[in-house]
């Protein structure tokens, strides 16, 4: 995250992705879903998180964000959108419960790493069994 973004985790729905997709877009920012792909693909009550990554400057100041949504399925979408400061700061914070959720569910994809190999080695040999 740059230094000179907004801090915030914002709470989105559906409905504000969409306009904020069509403003973005007729503003010649980044957009990274257009409004008329997130009504298809994205779950109607879904409500989502944003945060700012990046600060631009052109064509006009605006914040790079990053967003992850429920989509239709059971997947997620994460994508990124360019918001006006007054559209950023508009939004809701995401209430603690909500970041708490955010947290478990990426560190849910976070692989576990394996054991290293030297603590395998002393499993093996406690068990009876060498690794080659």
Same mark, same amino acid.
């Given at each position: 995250? %740059?230094?000179?973004? /907004?801090?915030?985790?914002?709470?989105?729905?559906?409905? +504000?992705?969409?306009?904020?997709?069509?403003?973005? @877009?007729?503003?010649?920012?980044?957009?990274?879903?257009?409004?008329?792909?997130?009504? $298809?693909?994205?779950?109607?009550?879904?409500? $989502?998180?944003?945060?700012?990554? !990046?600060r631009e400057s052109? =064509?006009?100041?605006?914040? @790079?964000?990053?967003?992850?949504?429920?989509?239709? $399925? +059971? %997947?997620?979408?994460?994508?990124?959108?360019?918001?006006?400061?007054?559209?950023?700061?508009?939004? /809701?914070?995401? =209430? *603690?419960? %909500? !970041?708490?959720? !955010?947290? @478990?569910?990426?560190?849910?994809?976070?692989p576990v790493s /394996?054991?290293?190999? *030297?603590?395998?080695?002393?499993?093996?040999?406690? @068990?009876?069994?060498e690794r080659a």
């Amino acid at each position: 995250m %740059g230094f000179d973004v /907004p801090k915030a985790i914002k709470r989105v729905t559906k409905s +504000d992705l969409v306009a904020l997709s069509d403003k973005a @877009r007729a503003l010649h920012l980044g957009v990274g879903r257009r409004s008329d792909w997130l009504t $298809g693909h994205t779950a109607d009550s879904s409500a $989502g998180a944003l945060w700012a990554i !990046l600060r631009e400057s052109h =064509p006009q100041l605006s914040y @790079r964000c990053q967003i992850v949504i429920r989509h239709r $399925g +059971d %997947g997620v979408e994460n994508f990124l959108l360019d918001l006006l400061p007054e559209d950023l700061q508009r939004l /809701p914070d995401l =209430p *603690e419960e %909500g !970041l708490v959720q !955010l947290a @478990r569910w990426a560190l849910s994809y976070v692989p576990v790493s /394996p054991l290293p190999t *030297e603590y395998m080695a002393e499993w093996d040999r406690a @068990r009876g069994h060498e690794r080659a």
